[in-house]
């Protein structure tokens, strides 16, 4: 990419926005009613809003690496409490990607100290290393994100507020771009 330069970026993005709708940020302004709430992988090439075009105002992120649902992570549980609580959400959406270098680090044992406290996380969600061989880094990012669907499940906030909202369990591909449903199918 030649222009990195964000502040040209954002007024190119203004401009296209009032062109399309010139009241677009009269409206933004008075508030949020997401449709959406959305958990997903870190990774730069997985933003949830550019890969599915939607606008401002839609989706409610939360964004960990490898889109882990931890009960004892208290930034996620407030983003899933408000979500449910005050935005009404209508639907939950867990979207892990192939080529997760969490996924990946939580295999190969990756041995840095800042990072072992998350790892062991994912590896919760995988199956038991003697076995991780059987399996292709795809379908242990599969794997990854139907054990987080399992985990919203079973959360406390959304037992407590979100028992009618649906959960779905998405792999976006980043080698093809395609944002595949994997729960429910
Ligand atoms: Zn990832």
Request: charged fraction near 25%; charge should be positive; aromatic fraction near 8%.
């Amino acid at each position: 990419m030649k222009d990195l330069d964000l502040r040209k970026k954002n007024e190119a993005f203004i401009h296209k926005t009032k062109e399309q709708d010139p009241l677009f940020f009269e409206q933004l302004k008075k508030g949020q009613t997401p449709e959406f709430f959305v958990l997903s992988c870190s990774d730069s090439r997985v933003s949830p809003s550019v890969i599915t075009q939607m606008p401002l105002g839609q989706m409610f992120v939360h964004r960990n690496i490898a889109n882990q649902v931890a009960n004892d992570d208290e930034s996620f549980s407030a983003s899933l409490y408000y979500a449910l609580k005050h935005l009404k959400v209508k639907q939950i959406i867990i979207k892990g990607h192939t080529d997760c270098g969490g996924v990946k680090a939580a295999l190969l044992d990756n041995e840095e100290e800042e990072l072992q406290g998350w790892i062991s996380k994912i590896r919760k969600g995988l199956p038991d290393k003697r076995i991780t061989n059987k399996f292709s880094m795809d379908d242990l990012t599969n794997m990854n994100v139907l054990r987080q669907v399992e985990n919203i499940q079973q959360h406390p906030i959304y037992k407590k507020y979100g028992q009618h909202v649906k959960v779905i369990g998405y792999l976006f591909h980043v080698e093809t771009g395609e944002l595949e449903r994997i729960y429910p199918l």
